[in-house]
């Protein structure tokens, strides 16, 4: 469709291993995207978008101090994102939904508009608890540019590594 000409076209092509310094985790990113690290003490939040800003990619990994269940890990998660989502334009969001590797999967989308053109977010959410950490990771992109970059996009989600021997920055 003639949709992908409102927004920049996301470009993803070769993927490299990105290691965080602490070693609480690594994962595939697309080369050229920009990271932004916004971590604090007892938590750990990365960022990528790509040239365009029509794609992000985040970890959030923090310490839990209880086990939790998997459904408990995805209504958690669910509610999170609708706490913080719900005031945008159509926003929509699915039940938690186990995945083959054990994480819990909610996807969200909403509108938005850029220089008065309109365009659906989709984001895949994954929620895993590994010993005492909670890892977060999603994976947002542009509607109309989700087919041609699903294929990446799975490279990037498999890719991910979560350590829970590693300590969260101080």
């Given amino acids: 469709t003639g949709d992908g000409a409102k927004f920049a076209d996301v ?3 070769k993927l490299e291993t990105y290691t965080h310094p602490g070693g609480v985790f690594s994962i595939d990113i697309p080369e050229g995207w920009r990271k932004q690290d916004q971590s604090e003490p007892g938590q750990v939040l990365v960022s990528w978008t790509d040239t365009t800003g029509n794609s992000v ?3 959030n990994i923090s310490e839990a101090e209880a086990t ?5 890990l995805g209504s958690n998660l669910k509610k999170k994102f609708t706490e913080v989502l719900s005031v945008q334009p159509k926003f929509q969001i699915s039940d938690a939904k186990e995945q083959p590797d054990g994480t819990m999967r909610v996807e969200w989308s909403y509108e938005m508009t850029e220089q008065s053109q309109t365009e659906t977010l ?3 959410n994954f929620i895993e608890q590994k010993g005492n ?9 542009i509607n109309s540019q989700f087919d041609k970059l699903k294929e990446n996009m799975n490279k990037i989600i498999a890719s991910r590594k979560i350590n829970p021997e590693a300590k969260l920055g101080e």
Avoid: Q, R, T, Y
């Fill in 11 to 13: 470009k993803i092509n």
């Fill in 57 to 59: 990619i985040i970890i």
């Fill in 68 to 72: 939790l269940s998997k459904e408990e």
């Fill in 122 to 124: 989709l984001s895949n």
């Fill in 133 to 141: 950490k909670i890892a977060i990771f999603s994976i947002g992109v």
